[in-house]
């Protein structure tokens, strides 16, 4: 009798996005999981549970900095995405900075994989795990502009509550944490420029690469 064949899961194409909080490494990493048919995993899914705090003391967390996301649990999962396998996911409440208790998100992936956030190119952890990464660079006053627009509509925040933020926070972490990791990047491609162009760039950066993701 033959020996039955053994079935291992193909692994995926890893890709890394990053960039400051409102530079338009959300609307690539999107965009590009459209045009490659990947999973897109976002690293604000891994913020710490804040639930035994009090909401006053929650929203004086400094939620920019490398600590505020449960990196170990996010290196494992990527690490076990990246071997073909599903994971169970957490689910952030952005409203009350805590997690969903008791549930959590099936995250399955097929071909590629993207992984995206202001510090996805941080943790050295992830960066291994990565066959390609991108860095999306844009100024500080558009950052800002595209931030508010996104918390008051998305987070239920005030527009000063996100300015006085931004500045005690996100800006000073930004300069410290996510502006260097650029140098990590593969590529980087300018949050001024058109959507399209920058999609552009990262597929020819791919495809220089020798990294031809199935479809």
């Not at 990053?18 to 690539?28: F, H, V, Y």
């Not at 490398?66 to 290196?75: F, I, R």
């Amino acid at each position: 009798m033959p020996d039955a064949q053994l079935s291992f899961p193909r692994r995926p194409l890893v890709l890394g996005v990053a960039g400051c909080s409102g530079s338009g490494k959300t609307t690539l990493a999107r965009e590009l999981a459209s045009e490659l048919g990947a999973t897109l995993l976002p690293l604000d899914y891994y913020y710490r549970d804040m639930s035994h705090l009090s909401p006053e003391e929650r929203a004086l967390c400094n939620f920019d900095h490398p600590d505020s996301l449960e990196s170990d649990l996010l290196v494992a999962q990527v690490e076990t995405l990246a071997e073909g396998r599903p994971v169970e996911g957490p689910i952030y409440d952005f409203a009350t900075h805590s997690r969903v208790p008791d549930r959590t998100e099936p995250v399955t992936v097929g071909d590629v994989l993207i992984v995206e956030g202001i510090l996805a190119l941080h943790y050295e952890s992830l960066r291994r795990l990565y066959h390609f990464s991108v860095y999306v660079n844009a100024p500080h006053d558009l950052c800002l502009t595209r931030r508010i627009h996104r918390d008051v509509r998305e987070r239920g925040r005030t527009e000063e509550c996100v300015r006085n933020q931004y500045e005690a926070t996100a800006r000073p972490m930004a300069d410290l944490y996510v502006v260097p990791s650029a140098a990590n990047a593969s590529l980087v491609v300018e949050g001024t420029e058109s959507l399209d162009w920058s999609v552009e760039q990262v597929l020819s950066g791919l495809r220089k690469a020798g990294l031809h993701p199935r479809r």
